[in-house]
Nanobody, 114 residues
């Protein structure tokens, strides 16, 4: 059974930092394109960052220069380092793995508020 489990969410003040983790079981992330998405209340789910098996990363314009996606294949985990957080970053963050099949995690809530 394939599982993607996100962790690391919570409440943070504006300007703060947070690191999300996505740990996989049942698949080897090293052969998957990995991505983080987010969905704010009343909005569509949007791509935040993606990381290919070749090591290339791309980001939504709204997070460029603030967020960094990375992976540790030995730990079968993908990360999203989020710096200089803003209230508009508040959302549920989801991890996605894509190869032929698409797998989603259950999401973790990130709230940026003072």
């Amino acid at each position: 059974q394939v599982q993607l489990v996100e962790s690391g969410g919570g409440l943070v003040q504006p300007g703060g930092s947070m690191r999300l983790s996505c740990a996989a079981s049942g698949i080897s992330l090293s052969i998957y394109t990995m991505a983080w998405y987010r969905q704010a209340p009343g909005k569509q789910r949007e791509l935040v960052a993606a990381h290919t098996t070749g090591g290339s990363a791309n980001y939504a314009d709204s997070v460029k220069g603030r967020f960094t996606i990375s992976r540790d294949n030995a730990k079968n985990t993908v990360y999203l380092q989020m710096n200089s957080l803003k209230p508009e970053d508040t959302a549920v963050y989801f991890c996605r793995a894509v190869r032929v099949t698409i797998y989603w995690g259950q999401g973790t809530q990130v709230t940026v508020s003072s």
